[in-house]
């Protein structure tokens, strides 16, 4: 084992070594810890499955990588680890059954980078997924913007990706709350993504938390924001609100995975002639609760009542 390796900087050479999510390398970890499973990696003496995981940087860079990400730090985004017993915001971590377990057998996150204020626990203690189409019509937009208003207002944190549509109309209502938010990207946090939210998502990091399971250097692509989607879906500990979504929608596999969390999943319909619409309407189908106002998801959702105070 390598004697010069603390627990936080074996799990950013974790991160630099593999492609999440890696879950024969999740695996190698529960089984000899964070520590000796980082030096393996230093060593490049990995079993088999965990070598498919690799990314391409070689083992002698890997060192110095995660050194130069954690010095970044100082002033730029700070990496949480399961170690973290106060930030770290999965509680599942602790289970002695299969603790890298989420749902539909995907795994957690080797460590998260966090860029901005706050404890990310806390926020996504209070979290709840406003979600939707990219191409959302303006009745999608005014609903997120509205819902992301209320909802912070009532002492919920948004959460989602901040793409375009939906869920950054709902970035922007909970901000114009002065309240904070949560957004998971699928890139390295040097990278805003995408360019046209760069100054939404400056103002998220000063009221509340970008989170990505991706070192600096990496670039956004779908693979990624398929994967990412289990991070999101897991940090929305008040469900998800799916404002529009088409049937071919990724937002129908958020809402999917938020479910098999155990979390109710809401959906707001709309014109039955609206293609924008037509996931939203097979999700009610299927159980989601319907939406007509910001009062329904307060009551079912089991979150924080709304604030009386001014």
Request: charged residues 20%; aromatic residues 6%.
């Amino acid at each position: 084992m390598s004697s010069h390796l603390g627990v936080r900087l074996a799990r950013a050479v974790l991160v630099r070594a593999v492609h999440a999510p890696a879950s024969a390398t999740v695996a190698l970890v529960d089984q000899v810890g964070p520590i000796e499973a980082a030096d393996r990696f230093l060593r490049d003496c990995v079993p088999d499955a965990v070598r498919a995981e690799r990314t391409s940087l070689p083992s002698a860079s890997l060192l110095e990588a995660a050194q130069r990400d954690l010095a970044g730090a100082l002033d730029g985004p700070r990496l949480v680890i399961p170690e973290d017993d106060e930030e770290w915001p999965f509680a599942q971590q602790d289970s002695p059954r299969e603790p890298h377990t989420f749902v539909e057998n995907t795994v957690y996150p080797l460590a998260l980078w966090v860029h901005g204020t706050g404890s990310l626990r806390d926020l996504a203690n209070r979290s709840v997924a406003l979600i939707g189409s990219r191409a959302a019509s303006s009745y999608g937009e005014h609903i997120a913007s509205e819902f992301g208003y209320g909802l912070a207002t009532a002492g919920m944190v948004i959460v989602n990706s901040a793409s375009y549509g939906v869920a950054g109309a709902a970035l922007r209502g909970a901000l114009s709350a002065d309240h904070p938010a949560l957004v998971v990207q699928f890139n390295g946090l040097d990278v805003s993504y995408p360019a046209g939210h760069t100054r939404l998502l400056s103002h998220v990091r000063d009221n509340g938390l970008v989170v990505s399971e991706y070192p600096a250097g990496t670039v956004p692509s779908r693979t990624r924001k398929l994967a990412s989607s289990r991070v999101l879906a897991q940090l929305a500990s008040y469900g998800a609100v799916v404002v529009e979504a088409s049937l071919r929608s990724e937002t129908l596999r958020i809402a999917d995975l938020v479910h098999q969390a155990g979390r109710t999943v809401f959906a707001v319909p709309g014109p039955i002639t609206s293609s924008t619409s037509s996931g939203s309407h097979r999700l009610i189908q299927h159980g989601a609760r319907l939406v007509t106002e910001l009062g329904d998801v307060l009551r079912y959702s089991g979150g924080p009542e709304r604030s009386t105070t001014s």
